[in-house]
């Protein structure tokens, strides 16, 4: 894949990127002045930097959007934040025959070894926007870095498709994974599911589902920033609600175009999925929180709650950065760091699939599971 970049988007990378490469004092001096703490949290300056040129670009703001108008200025902020593409990782489209036809792409290293490990990727973006390119970078630097293959999903977005329309296209895309393991030169052992904010939430689904269908179900879970609970607002979600990227009057806004109208449950496990009633015998899972995140706290009670129902699990804050990291890894030093450690955790947490995959409950886990890990 060639890379596709305006020249736009190539001149405000560069400058974005020159701006975020000062040092610490420099860039502090940039944003203001004096760190931003917040609930024991202390921004990193290249964030705050960031912040600070988000509030200088006046964009309007989400609920003055159309979809639309949401999904054109994603697409080309997550263009010129990914930075240059990473033409070591090969990726080709294809067809997920689901009845329909769902778009996906493939992933894989071309230089070094490419482990038969494969992730089931799902983008976030509220589930309203959000595609295969504004994921692309991110894609390529967990393929690199995880060495698994990586089949990113092109499912439907609300409001032209509202919930159940996303679910139903990650269970479909996993099991048609599943199916087609030696067409993607994939172990069928050491399949997992991985997916950021909205596209966390579906892993976290698609887990919970096949695990009460009876079926194989993913040989591990990553969950970065998850949505997790739409039917309660966790601290988090006041403490963040404004000034870091992701608002709650963005939340609302994906909400009801994914959700609707206040006649749909809510605390359905298909939308929140720390609702189920039951969350034992779940795949080995890494939860990622960013510290400055409205979502942190519940994506945080659900790791706990799922180490609480035996499932192993690893918990990782990562410190002074904001909801959307993954996305910033071309412009952030910070978030590129994080990103990698999270691809390399992947590369673990799939290793160990064959011998941790089984159809009987895992036995509850020793003191100390799933307890918040040191900050990346």
């Not at 990193?44 to 670009?57: S, V």
Request: overall charge negative.
């Amino acid at each position: 894949m060639s890379d596709s970049r305006t020249p736009r988007q190539r001149i405000e990378y560069a400058l974005l990127r020159a701006v975020m490469s000062l040092p610490e004092r420099a860039a502090l001096a940039l944003a203001g002045g004096s760190p931003i703490e917040r609930d024991g949290e202390r921004l990193a300056p290249e964030i705050q930097l960031l912040l600070k040129l988000f509030a200088l670009q006046r964009e309007p703001r989400v609920g003055a959007m159309t979809p639309a108008q949401m999904r054109r200025l994603r697409r080309h902020g997550a263009a010129v934040a990914g930075g240059p593409v990473d033409r070591s990782i090969a990726a080709s489209d294809l067809l997920i025959d689901n009845g329909d036809g769902l778009p996906a792409r493939l992933y894989h290293a071309t230089e070094g070894r490419c482990e038969r490990a494969l992730i089931v990727y799902y983008h976030g973006g509220g589930f309203v926007f959000g595609d295969l390119d504004t994921h692309d970078a991110f894609c390529r630097l967990l393929a690199r870095h995880s060495g698994a293959r990586v089949l990113a999903i092109d499912y439907r977005l609300a409001p032209e498709h509202p919930f159940p329309a996303a679910v139903e296209d990650a269970q479909a895309a996993f099991e048609w994974a599943l199916a087609s393991a030696e067409r993607l030169g994939a172990d069928r052992d050491r399949i997992g599911v991985a997916g950021d904010s909205a596209g966390a939430n579906l892993a976290a689904v698609v887990s919970q589902l096949l695990a009460r269908e009876g079926g194989p179900t993913p040989a591990a879970q990553v969950l970065i920033y998850p949505a997790t609970d739409i039917a309660y607002k966790h601290p988090s979600r006041s403490i963040f609600a404004e000034g870091f990227f992701l608002t709650a009057e963005d939340m609302d806004w994906f909400d009801r175009h994914y959700v609707g109208d206040e006649s749909v449950d809510r605390s359905d496990p298909r939308i929140s999925p720390l609702r189920a009633p039951d969350l034992s015998g779940l795949p080995p899972a890494l939860v990622v929180t960013a510290g400055f995140d409205p979502l942190r706290d519940e994506g945080e009670a659900y790791a706990h709650a799922l180490s609480e129902a035996g499932t192993p699990v690893i918990l990782r804050r990562c410190e002074g950065l904001i909801h959307g990291f993954i996305n910033m890894t071309g412009a952030s030093r910070r978030s590129r760091e994080a990103a990698i450690e999270i691809a390399g955790a992947t590369r673990a947490l799939l290793a160990s699939a064959p011998e941790r995959r089984s159809a009987e409950r895992p036995a509850a886990q020793p003191a100390g599971a799933g307890t918040r890990q040191p900050p990346v």
